[in-house]
């Protein structure tokens, strides 16, 4: 199990629950028209856009993607970073839908610990919103370490025998 493991799966997890409680993103437009947005998940980083339209496509989503590992002396971890992204124009409450998202990706990975039955959080999440936002994009960032195996060495000479 590599970090990029632990990142796909847990995308693939989030994903599910995404899809399971039908978290849609649903607006209505000045004209009373409804439209609704799938919540993309990716795992490594959100793909390169270069217009404002093929970057509002995108969104709103949940990019996973493993930061750096450490192995000590008991255990190895890998360091996850789970950005959550979305549009909105509002200028009042545009940044409420990103939390909305933000607190439904803490929840789904702390009630379902470990997730799939692979991936133990260690030390629970931290999460912020950084002051400085791309407006009309938001964005916000939980971290959360996972255990992973660690490596160990192996006198090939006894496997061998």
């Known amino acids: 199990m590599t970090p990029l493991d632990v990142s796909r799966g847990i995308a693939s997890y ?7 409680y039908d978290e849609l993103l649903r607006s209505v437009d000045s004209d009373g028209e409804e439209s609704v947005k799938d919540v993309r998940v990716y795992s490594g980083f959100l793909p390169h ?10 969104c709103p989503a949940v990019v996973v993607r493993p930061e750096s590992f ?25 940044c409420d ?8 990706v803490r929840n ?10 692979k991936w133990l959080i260690a030390d629970g999440l931290e999460g912020t919103v950084p002051d400085d936002q791309p407006f009309p994009q938001w964005i916000g960032v939980i971290e959360f370490e996972v ?8 006198n090939s000479d006894i496997l061998a025998r």
Request: contains cysteine.
């Open 147 to 154: 255990y992973i195996p660690q490596p160990k060495r192996y």
């Open 49 to 58: 856009k270069t217009t404002r339209k093929e970057m509002m496509e995108l």
């Open 97 to 104: 839908t990103l939390f909305h998202y933000m607190d439904f």
């Open 108 to 117: 789904m990975l702390l009630l379902e610990n470990p997730i799939d039955d």
């Open 14 to 20: 989030l994903k599910g629950c995404i899809k399971k």
């Open 70 to 94: 450490k192995d000590g002396k008991d255990d190895s971890r890998v360091s996850i970073v789970a950005y959550v992204t979305v549009f909105d124009d509002d200028l009042e409450q545009g």
